[in-house]
């Protein structure tokens, strides 16, 4: 769009003359001009449409120094308090929908595959294997949960060996990397059997607040937003020829869920149930819980081909 045109639609009109306009269209075109010698043509592009909405948005939006300033400030912030336990841009991207909207970008529906959420800051590759029926809790605290589900392809077909990975925050709300100590706990990984089946012993997953003692947390403070994600659960699930998928479940009793999701995560397919059992309700696998209460909950997933 031209500064001429820009000033015709009104976009400029109200805070701009057209020689104040044609100064700052003016300052674009020549950023825009400087990527011309790149070879890489998708490098050029990509330059190109950032500079094109940044610019944009500076002109739309009036920015001042201040702003701009403190603009740096966050992300110098963010650069500060990052680490190799805490990702406050992963955290940033999240808060502001970006991550989301990758997912939406390169997760496109197809048939009745399992639909894909937020990956969040953390997952770890070195969780343990443990074997079927195994216990993923790692000694962190909470309600023990029987997770049992399959995993298909698109035409039905159980999917044998496919890795099964799950990670989750403690009834305290923190994942084992919040922890100062090491510990591992929270985390596991599986193959699926046969006929494509997983089950495991995790927590019941509760509500939790995202990091917000940095830079992302004042900006949900200074904007009026809670931190807080509904109770969840997160698998990725690996397997040859077949899309990676990347999600959770939600448990649908939770009194957060309707409430919302401080990254945006929710999407009604993975919302289940998560049953509670009586203190004393026998175990699938015998397992013995000393009376305590426990519950259960079924996924059944989905991977779509890969590359579609
Ligand atoms: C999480 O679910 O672990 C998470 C996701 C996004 C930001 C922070 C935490
Ligand atoms: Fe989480």
């Known amino acids: 769009m031209t500064a001429t ?11 701009t003359s057209s020689a104040q306009a044609a100064a700052e269209q003016d300052v674009t075109d020549r950023v825009l001009a400087s990527f011309d010698g790149c070879t890489d043509t998708r490098l050029a592009e990509l330059m190109a449409g950032l500079v094109r909405h ?13 702003e701009w300033n403190a603009a740096i400030r966050f992300l110098t912030d963010a650069g500060d308090i990052t680490d190799d336990k805490r990702q406050e841009f992963i955290l940033a991207s999240d808060v502001l929908g ?12 197809y048939g009745d595959a399992t639909e894909s959420t937020v990956f969040g800051p953390f997952f770890a590759e070195d969780a343990p294997r443990i074997e079927l029926g195994g216990d993923v809790s790692g000694g962190a605290s909470g309600q023990p949960c029987w997770v049992e589900g399959t995993v298909r392809d698109t035409d039905g077909n159980p999917v044998r060996g496919a890795r099964v990975e799950v990670w989750e925050a403690d009834d305290d709300g923190f994942y084992d990397a919040q922890y100062t100590d090491g510990r591992v706990a929270g985390r596991a ?5 046969a006929d494509g089946g997983f089950r495991f012993w995790g927590l019941t997953p509760t509500p939790y607040p995202i990091p917000h003692d940095g830079p992302v947390g004042r900006l949900l403070a200074a904007t009026g937003r809670s931190p807080v994600r509904p109770a969840h659960l997160h698998f990725m699930v690996t397997a040859p020829g077949l899309r990676t998928l990347v999600t959770h479940i939600f448990d ?6 309707p409430i919302g999701d401080a990254v945006f ?15 004393g309700a026998p175990a699938p696998d015998g397992r013995d819980l000393a009376g305590r209460t426990w519950a259960r909950s079924r996924f059944d997933i989905v991977l779509a081909p890969e590359g579609m």
């Open 5 to 15: 045109d820009e000033a015709a639609t009104g976009t400029l009109a109200a805070h």
């Open 54 to 66: 940044l610019h944009a948005y500076i002109r739309e939006v009036r920015l001042t120094e201040d």
């Open 98 to 109: 970006a991550s989301m909207q990758m997912i939406a970008v390169n997760n496109p529906t």
């Open 189 to 193: 990984w599986m193959e699926t059997d």
């Open 252 to 257: 649908a009793d939770d009194p957060q869920l």
């Open 265 to 279: 995560g929710i999407k009604d397919s993975l919302v289940k149930k998560f049953e509670p059992q009586a203190p």
